[in-house]
């Protein structure tokens, strides 16, 4: 396998299990010559050894992720990126739940290793703007509890001084969802007391550092670290930390996180209030008693916490100056001395800062916990403070100890025991491996009967004088012949002289090393007691936040039950996570630290040797190297590989021990990689587990491929099966529809040739019963009868006989349209001619003469018009009946045509005289209006011609013949009132007797002859001439003007 080169170099395996020979020398000198080589990571199978560069090296860049993203554990160099990788797929592709075990010594890089765990994790799982808050909330969690939880220490400037375990919770697809953080034993006496060189927790100094002069103000903070007793006893700055940079990350982390402006106001108030409470002084007084009392010596701290919390400063003062006792059923106040004061103060502190932390892991907790129920994988990582050895010893340290006790039996029973307690019983041939169990020190400390917590919680709980005297003594006496615990006592009894062990001190042989513990305040930090008087004046502070931190306080709820001591607390929650640590995968990284002075690239190989021997390196590679690197029961086992073989694929019929083997025996894998359990199969190496898991890879890429090549088909061929389908129907249909119309057409096409056929045979058959003329007959009946019908229609509907009225029924039918226009103008004509036959012979005479005086006047002289209406009288002097015209009338003879009065222009002067005038048939008579004598008779004949005017006037001019009887005297120039008449008249009677028509002028101008020669007439229409009639003007000789109107 190509794989394994980067693994297989003599001087410096990757892998120690190929270490060859194997030594606790050769494993240091490997570890060694790596390091130099700034390969800080080395595997134990799947164990990662880091070796703390102290130095940043260029192996955690995007690129580097990228590298062990999805790689094979083995062709790549160790990495905290392939532990992280490994457990992120297991836990996804496998659905097995995965914790990584971070352990080490103190400054050994254990937070450092989680951190680049979970970031590997964070970088590799899919994004998403949910799911990349969800990260950036666990990540930020770090700073936050960083500053609260951290200190520099001796051997660690960013010292984690409480332990974390932290369940990183991932959905089916593997993206985070949320988390849970769980801390472990804070360790509170840092807040009242640190060794010199040490510092107190990162966050007074970023707050202090970093806090605007206005948040400082508010919290009523001085600038300055040395101002404050909790601080001033060491270094206040660090080289290559920036405490006030620090602070302002720690702020936006907790805006990422989510608490709210008021949260974060609230913690730095709280925070600013255990500060400044070691700064609240007490100075001794004595009381009238003579009782030594205390008091506080400068009271404007004390106002000030208070000004802070709400609290009144009197209440607070009374909590720390004294204490209330029960006694019986007494309580009583004593004052306290100032030791007991600032006892009391510095626990108070220490509670505060301790609860506070507690309730900000509570409140992370609840922004990052997973809000939907869905199932979820967990992967937990821990980091937890490493084994702690100092010069002296005391209760913190045996708690911290304990808990890494817990924690190596965890790995012995995990890798070493449990590993070969399976062989045994899956009964694989096996050399058992000796290693050191540590379950019996686990045991001395933990037992819930006889161990060292139980004694100590007996001796907090006895009634009497309780010290760590009696705790000590009750120890030796137990443990008197017990192979890891020592004491003066029991050396004495055993007769050793070792002036290394003090009085007042055991020391316990942990799996790691003897340590000495000095039992001085064992009792009061197991007990960890707070004066009620404290906590109800805590609870009595209007700040909400500090309040919340003492619900003990609330005087409703006071409980004469004592809390349980820190000792049981931690042996409980240590225990509870050591059940969630067996219920999941395990992965391990041993940090290893390389130098005491935190120097980069420093290896002191006795330092290391020490932290080998404690970590059991040595014997984990032994069994490694005998073991199995992987078993699995061999169901899962066939159903997860099946596919490699195609005996077994897709279905293996007999048992799954048998498929197993059948199986590996088709992969072909030398003999001593594998062996066959009773249930289990085991394989030998993980390069094997690797090429198993390459091979399905592929083959499940084929695998997939043929699947999605045969859902591919199946769908194409359904889809065009549905198509073919779906066109056979529509063709069908419409085939159906072309033959159904073609049909219809040649039915209608039948049906209509067999109509004609039929209509040409019938009538051939009924030919000889019609004449040829039948047609010609029937149109002359119809229209005989039509034209019956209109004529009798006519008849009936004849328009009056009125000769005016000339309406007619229009015709009914276009062809009558002719006929009944003829119809119309002879019934006209004969409607006329019968109102002219009834008519008498006189009026006929007159109608007669109107009609000629139409002929010879009409649109030519203006005057007719006047004259339509007035009857043609004849008579207008009453001839026969006056017989002043007797002489007139005999002078007539009967032949009277006209009589009338007219007035005749006098020649010569233009004036006019009236005369009467007669017409006969022979004659025209003027004669005198008075005498009635005839004064000129003109016989018809010599008239020549007559003229009048275009107007509306009664000038006339008679012209006569030159040869007339009466020529001499020139023409006559007459007035008549009936001038239409009288000429009419004259016309007519002329006609009648001389069978001449009269020639009339009707003209503006014409010549007359007068006697005395031509004169010309020219006529002038002028409003001068009136009603009286024409004025007529003679001009000159030869001329005269006519004025008509
Ligand atoms: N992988 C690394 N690369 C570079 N420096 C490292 C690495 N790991 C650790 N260090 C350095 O070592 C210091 C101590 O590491 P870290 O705080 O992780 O120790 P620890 O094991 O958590 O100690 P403690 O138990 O006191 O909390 C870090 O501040 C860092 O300077
Ligand atoms: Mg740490």
């Known amino acids: 396998m190509e794989d394994a080169a980067p693994l297989l170099d003599a001087e410096a395996v990757a892998d120690l299990v190929l270490l060859d020979p194997l030594t606790e020398e050769s494993l240091l000198q490997t570890l060694q010559e790596r390091f130099r080589r700034r390969d800080i990571y080395t595997y134990i199978g799947n164990v990662v050894i880091s070796v703390n560069p102290y130095q940043s090296l260029p192996i955690y860049t995007p690129e580097k992720v990228q590298e062990y993203h999805e790689c094979n554990f083995f062709a790549v160099k160790p990495h905290i990126y392939a532990i992280a990788d490994d457990a992120y797929r297991s836990l996804r592709d496998r659905d097995r739940d995965q914790c990584i075990l971070i352990t080490g010594e103190s400054g050994a890089g254990k937070t450092e290793a989680s951190k680049l765990v979970m970031s590997y994790v964070a970088a590799v799982s899919s994004k998403g703007e949910e799911v990349n808050k969800v990260k950036e909330q666990l990540l930020q969690s770090n700073p936050v509890l960083e500053a609260f939880g951290n200190a520099k220490t001796a051997r660690n400037d960013n010292s984690s001084r409480f332990g974390k375990y932290m369940d990183v919770e991932f959905d089916f697809k593997g993206e985070p969802l949320g988390g849970v953080i769980s801390n472990y034993l804070l360790e509170k006496s840092r807040i009242i007391r640190h060794v010199k060189g040490e510092r107190n927790f990162h966050i007074f100094y970023q707050l202090l550092a970093g806090g605007s002069a206005q948040l400082l103000q508010q919290l009523k903070l001085r600038q300055d670290c040395g101002h404050y007793g909790y601080l001033n006893q060491g270094t206040s700055s660090l080289p290559g930390m920036d ?125 990052i916990q997973v809000k939907s129920g869905e199932q979820r994988k967990v992967m937990g990582v821990l980091d937890i403070y490493g084994f702690e050895i100092f010069q002296d010893n005391g209760f913190e340290q045996f708690i911290i100890n304990y808990c890494n006790e817990k924690l190596q039996q965890i790995f012995i029973l995990m890798t070493l025991k449990e590993e070969q307690e399976e062989y045994v019983r899956e009964g694989i041939q096996w050399t058992p491996v000796e290693f050191f169990d540590n379950s019996i020190i686990c045991n001395l400390i933990e037992n819930s009967t006889s161990g060292i917590l139980a004694m100590l919680d007996e ?20 443990f008197a012949t017990h192979k890891h615990y020592e004491s003066k006592e029991t050396q004495n009894a055993r007769r050793v002289m070792d002036t290394s062990l003090p009085a007042r001190c055991f020391r316990i042989h942990h799996y790691a090393g003897k340590v000495t513990y000095n039992v001085t305040g064992f009792i009061e930090k197991n007990n960890d007691l707070l004066f009620r008087d404290l906590s109800q004046a805590m609870w009595a502070a209007r700040h909400a936040l500090l309040r919340s931190l003492f619900p003990e306080g609330d005087p ?54 020490a932290q080998v021997r404690y970590l059991g390196l040595l014997e984990n590679v032994r069994v490694r190297r005998a073991g199995y690197a992987f078993r699995q029961l061999y169901g899962p086992f066939l159903q997860r590989y099946k596919m490699l073989s195609p005996r077994t694929w897709p279905r293996w019929a007999g048992s799954d021990r048998e498929g197993a083997e059948v199986l590996l025996a088709d992969l072909a894998y030398p003999e001593e990689e594998l062996a066959f359990g009773h249930t289990k199969v085991f394989i030998r190496s993980p390069r094997t587990l690797f090429d198993l898991e390459r091979r399905r890879q592929e083959r499940v890429a084929q695998l997939v491929t043929l699947i999605q090549k045969m859902v591919r088909g199946w769908r ?51 030919r000889r019963y019609f004449r040829s003329s039948a047609s010609t007959f029937l149109a002359n009946f119809i229209y005989r009868r039509l034209v019956c019908r209109y004529l009798v229609g006519l008849a009936k509907n004849l328009p009056p006989l009125s000769v005016l009225d000339r309406t007619w029924p ?125 004064k000129t008779v003109l016989a018809l004949g010599d008239i020549r011609s007559v003229s009048v005017t275009r107007f509306s006037d009664g000038f006339l001019v008679l012209h006569l013949k030159e040869v007339s009887t009466v020529g001499a005297k020139g023409d006559f120039l007459l007035v008549s009132d009936h001038l ?53 003007k003679k001009k000159g000789s030869h001329k005269m003007e006519v004025l008509v109107h």
């Open 810 to 934: 229009p015709a009914p039918y276009k062809f009558l349209g002719d006929a009944n226009q003829e119809l119309k103008s002879i019934f006209y004509r004969w409607k006329c001619k019968k109102y002219r036959d009834q008519l008498p012979p006189s009026r006929r005479a007159q109608l007669q003469a109107k009609l000629c005086a139409s002929e010879l006047f009409q649109d030519k002289k203006t005057l007719y018009s006047k004259s339509v209406q007035q009857p043609f009288r004849s008579d207008y002097l009453g001839l026969k009946q006056n017989p002043k015209y007797q002489k007139l009338h005999t002078v007539a003879k009967d032949k009277v045509v006209m009589a009338d009065t007219v007035r005749k222009v006098n020649r010569a002067s233009g004036k006019t005289v009236p005369r009467l005038l007669l017409l006969t048939t022979e004659h025209l008579v003027l004669a005198d209006p008075k005498t009635a004598q005839p």
């Open 556 to 609: 409703q709820k006071v409980s004469l039950k004592l809390p349980p001591t820190a000792g049981f607390q931690f042996k409980s929650s240590v225990a509870m996570l050591m059940k969630n640590l067996y219920s999941k995968n395990p992965n391990y990284i041993r940090c290893i630290k390389p130098n005491d002075t935190k120097s980069a690239m420093v290896f002191t190989p006795e330092l290391v040797r």
């Open 243 to 367: 405490d006030a940079a620090n602070f302002h990350a720690m702020q936006d982390a907790m805006k990422v996180i989510g608490f709210s402006a008021a949260e974060v106001t609230a913690l730095l108030e709280v925070t600013a209030v255990v500060l400044k409470l070691g700064n609240v002084q007490l100075s001794s007084s004595f009381q009238a008693s003579g009782m030594e009392a205390c008091s506080i010596a400068e009271p404007r701290e004390l106002q000030e916490i208070c000004e802070l919390i709400g609290l009144d400063p009197g209440t607070l003062e009374q909590a720390l100056c004294s204490r209330t006792v029960k006694a019986r059923d007494e309580t009583v106040l004593t004052t306290l001395t100032v030791p007991q004061g600032y006892y009391g103060r510095d626990a108070l502190a220490k509670n505060i800062y301790s609860r506070l932390f507690d309730w900000l892991v509570n409140r992370i907790n609840t922004s």
């Open 980 to 1032: 239409i008449e009288l000429v009419t008249r004259l016309h007519q009677t002329l006609e009648a007797t001389t069978g001449q028509a009269l020639t009339l002028h009707i003209t503006d101008k014409f010549s007359t002859r007068f006697p005395k020669g031509d004169v010309s007439v020219t006529v002038v229409e002028s409003p001068k001439a009136g009603p009286d009639g024409p004025i007529c």
């Open 459 to 478: 001796e907090c709980l006895r009634p009497g004088v309780v010290n760590e005297d009696t705790f000590l003594t009750k120890l030796n006496q137990l």
């Open 716 to 766: 194409c061929r359904t889809q065009y099966q549905l198509m073919r389908k779906s066109q056979i129907l529509i063709s069908a249909w419409f085939r159906g529809h072309a033959q159904k119309n073609r049909y219809k057409q040649m039915k209608r096409s039948a049906l209509l040739l067999q109509a004609y056929a039929r209509g040409w045979k019938a009538r051939r058959r009924y």
